[in-house]
């Protein structure tokens, strides 16, 4: 459902930031919070009579200004599209349903609840708040909180919202039974609030002792309704195939198991031995392994790694983004802190198990900071032209290759001889470091160019394709100035990863490379199309970038800080290297298995018959040796 609105909604979007300036509770009071509902005062504000609602125009810049909104908010109309277009309506209330001007007015109202509420303990998520307070004392615990509450109450009042006691409630946390049984007074006004023990906040459920025993039991019980379906396609002729289960359990099953995955970390281990018995039932049912076949070898032959591992990487990987905030960020400052405090208590905490893991897979200090947007929605740069397809091809490694190379030459010929073609190509030693970039420029006029470098000693084969694109685009501007007229460029690159994200919407997550292409078309008149074409089938622009990149990698290499990619690219090597030092067994069985997972053994596409028999002959594991 769209909406169609009057002439003045926009102007009133593009004057957005001097609203902002201005003591407008009547704007802010149109957001719809959970668990606050607008007073009939408010309401009754913003209608088709004026905005007078006390002296308003003490707070705008202007007496015009303030004219100008108070005429914007009269003889507002829409209109619905819903297959075809309503009759024009008299908005009288409120703003239309998909109206941009209520993101910005609610991002505007959490801001300002922010600041109302002057305690550091708070949290926000999209529209659910939640107010803390830590204390020896119970009862400093509870004055404080009720503070915090009289804030927020003077807030929602000033700008005619009423808080929703009915939706709030309160909970204690605390490893004392004593404190656990206290009975606490807090109150919201002339309300009292009431206790919950069991909160549920972002679908996390929250026990007293912070033990998550309900969590996981929750979690349990859903991932068996999960795999009841697993196991009714195990029994049929189609769809059972090993690959198509797993595939199943991955995307279906699993991100249920790792929901939240770095809180997980304050479970007991037997807590969370139920969610590995729970993966270790889906295993065997992809695998149609007997209960009797080691735990280790089902992880190995289905290539799904230990739920702890991945735990552990989820974790470090989330006390990086964190770390990369930026000095003086809330979250930066607490990973900080924490580092520098004395643990009183054994109890492990996600910050304390992220620390230690931070020393288990040496992590680099020296990190840059998370790309941020630098320029605003209506003036982003243009993305370029991207394009995956080259022809009805299926997986690379189920593909002829000779087929690949005729359809991506087929491609690549459509593209004319007017335009510049470059193939780019980049990668890193293992993934985490050493890397180098490559590119092999085709100009219209015949002659050729090679160009390769080094990226950075710690970095990953994403930025280092990234680093090949920017550069290629450099080479293109500075082609340019020299008198060249290209009507367009042609980027060859064989990630998809970078094609897809050059031809999204957030620009700040690939560098510079998107800038450029806007500034070639903007101001030079070249338009830059990004096209994917499989790598390593024989053609010949894609290998000598391929040597090029490898020659770059041999290069002296500069130091850079760690990006959040970086950073993922090293916790992942380090993962696949502690999985497989713990193969290291006296089971000759684990390391076959092992070598087998790394090469994607055979079983994967065999009918599900004589995967299961195969698989159960190789693991030793048999209904022949059934006693």
Known sequence: MFAEYGPTIPSMYENWKDMMEAEFYVFLGL??????????????????????????SKGFRSHKRYRQVEAESRNRTFRIWKGTLSRTRPLADGLPQGNALSC?????????????????????YADDLVLWQQDTDIDKATEAINRDFASLKCFCERWKMRINTGKTAFTIFSLSNPVLKSVLDIRIGSDSLQRDDLPRYLGVSLDPRLCLRRHIEEVTNSVRERTRILQKLAGTNWGATPQSLRTIYISFIRPVLEYANPVLNLASQTSLEKLDRVQNAALRLILGALRSTPI???????????????????????????????????LNTMVQDFATQQR???????????????????????????PVPTC??????????????????????????????????????????????????????????????????????????????????????YECELTAVTECLKVVIEKQRQGAALPGVVILTDCRALVQALGGSRSENVGEAVLLADHLLKTEGVQTTVQWIPSHIGILGNEIADRLANEGKKMP??????????????????????????????????????????????????????AVQ?????AKHTLLMAD
């Open 296 to 330: 280790a070898i089902l992880k190995l032959a289905t290539g799904c790694e230990p739920l702890g591992l991945r735990r552990g990487e989820q974790t470090a990987y989330a006390q990086e983004r964190y770390l990369q905030t930026g000095e003086g960020a809330p």
């Open 344 to 370: 009183r208590i054994k109890k492990a905490s996600v910050l304390s198990v992220a620390h230690d893991l931070s020393k288990i897979y040496s992590m680099p200090t020296d990190r840059a900071p998370l």
């Open 104 to 124: 910005t007015l609610f991002l505007i109202f959490m801001n300002k609840i922010g600041n109302a509420v002057h305690t550091p303990n708070r949290l926000s």
């Open 376 to 461: 605003p929605p209506e003036t982003a740069p243009a993305p370029p032209v991207t394009s995956l397809y080259i022809g009805p091809i299926g997986r690379k490694d189920e593909t002829c290759p000779l087929a690949m190379r005729a359809l991506a030459l087929e491609t690549i010929a459509s593209f004319g001889r007017q335009c510049a073609i470059a193939y780019t190509d980049g990668f890193s030693t293992r993934g985490t470091g050493n890397g180098g970039y490559g590119i092999y420029f085709l100009w219209p006029d015949g002659s050729t160019t090679q160009k390769c470098g080094p990226v950075g000693e710690r970095t990953c084969s």
């Open 614 to 618: 195969i698989f159960r002959a190789r």
């Open 31 to 56: 957001i719809m919070y959970h668990g606050l509902n607008p007073t009939p005062g408010i309401r009754r504000a913003w209608s088709n009579k004026s905005l007078y609602h006390g002296d308003m």
């Open 557 to 610: 290499q500069p130091q850079k800080p760690l990006t959040l990619a970086d950073a993922r690219s090293v916790l992942q090597h380090g993962t696949a290297k502690l999985w497989s030092a713990a193969q290291l067994t006296d089971d000759e069985r684990i390391p076959r298995f092992y070598e087998a997972c790394k090469a994607r053994g055979l079983l994967q596409n065999l009918p599900r018959s004589d």
